[in-house]
């Protein structure tokens, strides 16, 4: 005879038996509504809320980068300037020359001083003078004692001057100030005809300009507004100076654009900091604003996202978050004995619809003890929980999925002509850069030449070791004899040496393979023509003086912000040097820039590529010039990929992506959550419950987490103990003698 159990007594577990508010299936689901929801919210602002600008951003950075640029090719002039006159110099320390003789020197190894004097400081006595009138009128020279002064500015009648100084001891005279006079210009850059570039002393006086003139009171204004700024700014340490800015509109919708840069760095010591100079470079904009490929692209993804986002709530407590609640509500009925005659009711797929069938198994085994167990059903491999959480990401990445492949490159992006013209422009700074910096090393090689040439092995040596720990240019420089054999070098072995390694004055190329390019300079030591280094100059009869460049000194100077990545190559389009890692000697990456080569063989060109790849805005410009490097026919190259500029399509495609990204990342937090909280131990709990409706008494069910999951585990526990104890007194009736009555087992709680 079967009797009913006894309800199990539930004290113990009546104040774990709400479900908590942080923990189980509830929380993912609701952060999973809120971060969607918030990601709509972004979306909507961030995307729809985003406003074309009539003065795109990159208008804006072409002048701030132009002007920095320029700054850094002034500063640099500045600084090469007053340590050559310095070196110079320093070359009649141990041997003082006669004024005349010293001017004489430095005017065949430089040709960048329109003046040069050598007076006493004391007395301001002229010793010497070479070129045009040096001003000196006005300036308190007696205060030199052990230490030349900084560099000035003064006013002459043929403009104004950059005086720069330096100490050299001289025959009978004893220590005398040589100074050398230069007028303060621009870098020799082509620049468009609507843009100037001007530089600003610290009172505001224009001390050069290039380009077109400004003659409207607004322009002039905007300039003298950049300067302004430059002024107040304060940078990091070792920074530039430097920022943009747009006028007002005038009466024909145009508006002048400015950028500037302050020559000296901020806390810096270079020789331009004394001097207070700033550039600024200013042209007009049409006022055109940019354009959105899909400018209700924001709104539209916003008010998808909020419909998914409420669907994927409703969906995740239709098909998890009830069953899961129903299960808990079932089971707990089953272990308080309420009601046993009714079914258990449960869904029908998935670990819940395998729990539901369990319980409704065991219901049968409480209300029939000496019901045999069922046979553990057979189940493969099925997704169960893990079917609606795919689901689920699936349609999250159908939202997102767009939004990120906005990120590719748009060939239909509009770039404005000032930011073709403002590469273009760049490049070619970056080309006068590498030139300057080959011809003021040449320039060196000259200078030191005379000194080599009377010097015996051993001052030798000390000369090349004195001038390389000065220069960060050079790996080596060494002496050839007239056979080409190693008279004296410094700093790493020579590259090349014996006859082959000598000939005429220069720049030049030492190998054409290998895994680094050899540029060097070479220079005669005895006789060195004024024109050395020129096309048809005569080689030299006697020993020369190599020095070989850096090639991490070249590629310094192809590294500027906002450039993209640059090449210098040689005449067979050869990589030389770039701003990025490279293969010597090896083929351009881009290979739609050899075009714009050929079209680049006289002056800097730039164009819009959209074929062949991700469109790019490509720019050349050669070398040339009159220095030691012209007849060598490189270049240099700029690719700059058009979804790097801050255009107001491409801004509106990163915020797109980032949208993507952030839906993404909600998805994958919260459904992860889901299934590792909720779908893994519940899919264990399944296969535990199964095992229990089979017969395995043994298995003591612990609740894992407080959760859902773990309040099914508990009441299970307690069916299984129900069980137990049904078992032993059914046990204990069949070994009772005939006509007696067994006593029940002692509880088990």
């Known amino acids: 005879m079967s ?82 006159l310095a070196r110079a110099a320093a070359r009649y320390e141990s041997a003082p020359a006669d004024p005349a003789a010293v001017l004489t020197a430095l005017g065949q190894a430089y040709h960048k001083w329109r003046g040069t004097v050598v007076v006493r400081p004391d007395t301001g006595r002229l010793l010497a003078a070479r070129g045009e009138t040096v001003p000196l009128a006005g300036l308190d020279l007696t205060k030199v004692t052990d230490t030349a002064p900084a560099p000035v500015l003064v006013p002459s009648t043929a403009g104004t001057r950059l005086l720069t100084f330096a100490l050299v001891a001289t025959k009978g005279e004893g220590r005398a100030l040589l100074v050398a006079s230069d007028n303060l210009r621009l870098p020799g850059i082509a620049t468009r005809k609507e843009q100037t570039i001007q530089v600003l002393d610290a009172t505001g006086a224009v001390l050069d300009t290039t380009g077109a003139p400004l003659t409207a009171e607004g322009d002039r204004r905007v300039v003298a507004t950049a300067r302004e700024r430059a002024v107040r700014q304060h940078p990091v340490p070792g ?54 490929r899909h400018p209700l692209l924001g709104l539209a993804a916003a008010g998808a996202l909020l419909v998914l986002a409420l669907l994927l709530a409703w969906y995740l407590v239709r098909s998890l978050q009830r069953p899961l609640l129903g299960l808990f509500l079932e089971s707990r009925r089953l272990t308080r004995g309420d009601r046993l005659e009714r079914p258990v009711k449960g869904p029908k797929r998935g670990e819940t619809g395998r729990i539901a069938r369990a319980l409704e198994e065991l219901r049968r085994q409480l209300l029939d003890p000496a019901r045999p167990p069922a046979a553990a059903p057979a189940h493969g491999r099925r997704p169960g929980t893990a079917l609606p959480l795919a689901l ?5 990445l159908g939202w997102s999925g767009p939004l990120l492949l906005l990120g590719g490159n748009d060939p239909t992006v509009r770039v404005p002509g000032q930011v073709v013209a403002g590469q273009r422009d760049r490049t070619d700074t970056a080309a006068d850069r590498i030139r300057q910096a080959l011809n003021e090393g040449y320039a060196d090689l000259r200078s030191l030449a005379p000194s080599l040439a009377e010097a015996s092995v051993g001052k030798a040596g000390n000369l090349l070791r004195d001038t390389l720990a000065e220069h960060d240019r050079y790996r080596s420089l060494y002496v050839l004899g007239a056979d080409g054999a190693v008279l004296a070098h410094a700093g790493e072995p020579p590259h090349r040496t014996g006859p082959e390694a000598l000939g005429e004055s220069g720049v030049l190329l030492l190998n054409s393979s290998g895994k680094e390019p050899r540029i060097a300079a070479r220079a005669a030591l005895t006789d ?26 070249l590629s310094g100077l192809l590294v500027r912000p906002g450039l993209g990545r640059v090449w210098l190559v040689d005449d067979r389009q050869r990589v030389l040097a770039a701003n990025e890692g490279y293969s010597s000697f090896g083929d351009l990456p881009d290979g739609r820039a050899r075009k714009l080569l050929d079209d680049a063989k006289k002056a800097a ?58 839906g993404l990342a909600a998805a994958a937090l919260c459904l992860g959550w889901l299934y590792i909280a909720v779908g893994l131990p519940l899919r264990r709990l399944a296969a535990s419950a199964e095992a229990l409706a089979a017969g395995d008494r043994r298995t003591v069910l612990y609740p894992v987490h407080h959760d859902e999951v773990g309040a099914v585990a508990r009441s299970l526990e307690l069916i299984r103990q129900e069980l137990v104890r049904a078992e032993l007194a059914e046990r204990a009736v069949r070994r009772a003698p005939a006509g007696t009555t067994a006593s029940a087992p002692a509880s088990a709680h």
Request: charged share 20%; glycine share 12%.
């Open 605 to 662: 060109t730039a164009d819009v590529v959209r074929d062949g790849g991700d469109p790019a805005l490509l720019a050349a410009a050669p070398l040339g010039g009159n220095g030691g490097v012209a007849k060598l026919g490189w270049s240099v190259v700029t690719a700059h990929p058009v979804a790097w500029l801050h255009l107001d399509q491409n801004r509106a495609d990163r915020r797109a992506v980032l949208a993507g990204m952030l």
């Open 3 to 84: 009797t009913a159990p006894n309800p199990p007594r539930q004290h113990r577990y009546r104040r774990r038996a709400d479900m908590p508010l942080l923990g189980g299936i509830r929380p993912p689901i609701v952060l999973l509504l809120v971060l969607l929801l918030a990601v709509a919210a972004i979306t909507a602002l961030a995307v729809g809320g985003l406003r074309v600008d009539d003065t795109p951003q990159a208008v804006r950075e072409s002048h701030q980068y132009a002007a920095e640029d320029t700054a850094a090719s002034l500063r640099a002039g500045l600084h090469e300037s007053a340590t050559d």
């Open 392 to 396: 689920c990401a699936v349609l999250v």
């Open 528 to 553: 060195a023509p004024a024109d050395a280094g020129q096309a048809g100059s005569p080689e030299p009869k006697g020993p020369v003086l190599v020095g070989e460049f850096k090639t991490d000194f």
């Open 239 to 292: 920074a530039t100076a430097s920022g943009s800015l747009a006028g007002g509109p005038d009466d024909k919708g145009l508006r002048r654009v400015a950028g500037w840069a302050a020559v000296a760095t901020a806390g810096g010591h270079d020789q331009a900091t004394p001097l207070g100079l700033t550039v600024v470079s200013t042209s007009t904009v049409d006022g055109k604003p940019g354009d959105l």
